[in-house]
């Protein structure tokens, strides 16, 4: 009988139409052939569809996880024992355990890496050994972006990367459509409290923010949105969201969702004034956009109210119920993004680490956007599998459009 993490497993390649078709170009063209892939991501069944694509493409691939609480055991253990694969998570490793795991990958000597948050592009760029065999990298997420960005400013990226989390076929889906679903899911999951008629307040508007915005909007809550830039905000208020300060929204707020990834978003002096019994979850990438460390720091006394849920009493009496100690709301307490999404974002990475093999010789140690022939590719994949038929310009309209004479 097949285990359970096999069966995920299948359904996901079941459900991922994109990948199937990249994947039976991979199966006879075999792009990676002797090409070692590292991968630090959230080890999931739609990351082990991924991880066996490429190495279906010829590649030998390690994978660690890039957060201690979102590997999926029974995924991980059917890549280990019924595809032979080198797997190095498990769900509630402790920080050691983390570093170590994503210190295994490497120990292939990578040609390419494949990040999500920037710890593993951080750990290589770092060791010089590890650089000389470097050909570049992608990166999945808007906090592991930041990181590449302040590396490259600060002359300390030492092999290119590619930006995948800007990619159109990404932000636009995986952001958006993508987080606005698994962070609900992940919510309801872990409180199974009520979301129409309750106060939510969004940290952020980007498209994360947005995403989450307008599925609790959906659910019937009244959704308020901060930010710290005057066009998101601005961009906020014209869809229809209360916009206000966070030590204010906080007070009046029954549900909160951080999506910045910047830190200490909600501050301990934020908690202090908060509605009591708020409830407060982070769909960004590290645990540190609500002040977790003074939390525990500080707390006078803290109670496991749900399996996922710790209630902590602060200083003044106080109480908020924190979701998996702040951590990805999406995997720590859900299934992750839609499998339809994710084979959109893992098409990019597949075709990108391709690109990156293709042209090698050409790329210089900086953060690159992911070429527009990846995107559209992905997109007329997708457009197809769902049996989608857009219109293409005539040649008179090409024409048109490169003629400088009005009307003509």
């Known amino acids: 009988m097949e285990s359970n993490g096999f069966l995920r497993l299948k359904w996901a390649r079941d459900h991922m139409p994109v990948s199937a078709s990249i994947r039976e170009r991979f199966l006879k063209e075999k792009p990676f052939k002797g090409i070692k892939i590292a991968m630090a991501l959230h080890v999931e069944a739609k990351t082990g569809i991924f991880a066996l694509l490429l190495s279906e493409g010829g590649a030998e691939v390690r994978l660690a996880s890039c957060n201690p609480l979102s590997s999926d055991d029974s995924v991980v253990e059917s890549l280990r024992k019924d595809y032979n694969y080198m797997v190095y998570a498990r769900k509630g490793e402790t920080e050691t355990e983390y570093y170590d795991n994503i210190k295994k990958t490497v120990e292939v000597k990578p040609d390419i890496i494949i990040d999500d948050g920037g710890d593993l592009t951080n750990l290589v760029a770092s060791d010089p050994e590890l650089v000389k065999n470097v050909m570049g990298g992608n990166e999945e997420t808007t906090t592991g972006v930041v990181r590449l960005k302040a590396m490259e400013k600060a002359g300390a990226l030492k092999f290119p990367m590619f930006d995948v989390n800007d990619a159109q076929m990404k932000h636009f889906f995986d952001n958006r459509y993508g987080s606005g679903q698994s962070a609900l899911d992940g919510f309801m999951n872990a409180t199974n409290i009520l979301i129409a008629g309750k106060n939510a307040l969004v940290a952020g508007y980007g498209y994360v923010g947005k995403g989450v915005a307008m599925r609790l909007k959906g659910m019937g809550a009244r959704v308020t949105v901060t930010e710290v830039d005057p066009v998101k905000a601005i961009e906020a208020v014209m869809d229809g969201f209360n916009v206000d300060r966070m030590n204010n929204a906080i007070r009046y707020t029954d549900l909160l969702f951080t999506a910045t990834g910047m830190k200490n978003v ?143």
């Open 266 to 408: 909600v501050s301990y002096d934020d908690m202090l004034v908060a509605k009591k019994g708020i409830i407060l979850g982070n769909v960004g990438h590290f645990n540190n956009e609500i002040d977790y460390a003074s939390l525990e720091k500080r707390n006078t006394g803290k109670v496991q109210v749900r399996n996922l849920v710790t209630e902590y009493r602060l200083e003044n009496g106080n109480t908020v119920d924190l979701i998996s100690d702040g951590r990805l709301l999406n995997l720590a307490a859900g299934q992750g993004h839609p499998v339809e999404i994710m084979d959109l974002s893992f098409a990019l990475q597949a075709l990108t680490a391709e690109y990156i093999v293709k042209h090698r010789k050409n790329l210089s140690n900086k953060v690159y956007p992911v070429p527009e022939e990846i995107d559209y590719e992905v997109a007329r994949i997708a457009l197809n599998s769902m049996d989608f038929k857009i219109d293409s310009y005539t040649e008179d309209q090409l024409k048109y459009l490169n003629s400088y004479e009005e009307g003509t």
